[in-house]
T-cell receptor, first 118, second 118 residues
Framework: GAVVSQHPSWVICKSGTSVKIECRSL??????MFWYRQFPKQSLMLMAT?????????EQGVEKDKFLINHASLTLSTLTVTSAHPEDSSFYIC??????????????FGPGTRLTVT | AQTVTQSQPEMSVQEAETVTLSCTYD???????LFWYKQPPSRQMILVIR??????QNATENRFSVNFQKAAKSFSLKISDSQLGDAAMYFC???????????????FGTGTRLTIIP
């Protein structure tokens, strides 16, 4: 149980276009999902926290107009990188927090999406 | 704000030997959770072990155990009988307890790259 999927696993797009990444919790309901960005050989940097049915909370320094997050259901959150540029190339990871059962409501991570902007 | 520090960017250990990865954190909260995550070359984040701050007993999961020193704000991971499959990046992470809703974020350390020498 507690499986999180991401789609696509790898995407290449041209500069100036937009790309959408999906994050799904497959076998549990996730009121909260998190989006991270990871540069090579670095740690995970939290971009935003999204709660189902409400606006995402962005971390300081993250452009909310560039990284659009939608959490429309208890099993799906999407990250759209708008007007992508080469500097947006990175590894994007989502996680989902199970909110049934007992704390600590662990985060379960998706396999990540590699975005390359040419 | 909470911070997590991993002072060992790289560690190596002989196969079948024991290695300890260090982690310190800073917080003013009295209740929180600590985690060790493993990120192998596939980049899938895998939970290794977790510790509840209110528990004095150190957590253990098979070959993995922690040394949790709450007063010193230290949370080290010991890997016994190291195996080739243990080679990965290891991240220490902190999660506060603001509510029982489960939407508190994880704060990650910078990671320790563990190499297993055959």
């Amino acid at each position: 149980g507690a499986v999180v999927s991401q789609h696509p696993s790898w995407v290449i797009c041209k500069s100036g276009t937009s790309v959408k990444i999906e994050c799904r919790s497959l076998d549990f309901q996730a009121t909260t999902m998190f989006w991270y960005r990871q540069f090579p050989k670095q740690s995970l940097m939290l971009m935003a926290t999204s709660n189902e049915g409400s606006k995402a909370t962005y971390e300081q320094g993250v452009e909310k107009d560039k990284f659009l997050i939608n959490h429309a259901s208890l099993t799906l959150s999407t990250l759209t990188v708008t007007s992508a540029h080469p500097e947006d190339s990175s590894f994007y990871i989502c996680s989902a927090s199970r909110t049934s059962g007992l704390p600590p409501y662990e985060q379960y991570f998706g396999p990540g999406t590699r975005l390359t902007v040419t | 704000a909470q911070t997590v520090t991993q002072s060992q960017p790289e560690m190596s250990v002989q196969e079948a030997e024991t290695v300890t990865l260090s982690c310190t954190y800073d917080t003013s909260e009295s209740d929180y959770y600590l985690f060790w995550y493993k990120q192998p070359p596939s980049r899938q984040m895998i939970l290794v072990i977790r510790q509840e701050a209110y528990k004095q007993q150190n957590a253990t999961e098979n070959r993995f155990s922690v040394n949790f020193q709450k007063a010193a704000k230290s949370f080290s991971l010991k890997i016994s009988d190291s195996q080739l499959g243990d080679a990965a990046m290891y991240f220490c992470a902190y999660k506060g307890v603001i509510s029982n809703f489960g939407n508190e974020k994880l704060t990650f350390g910078t990671g320790t790259r563990l190499t297993i020498i055959p």
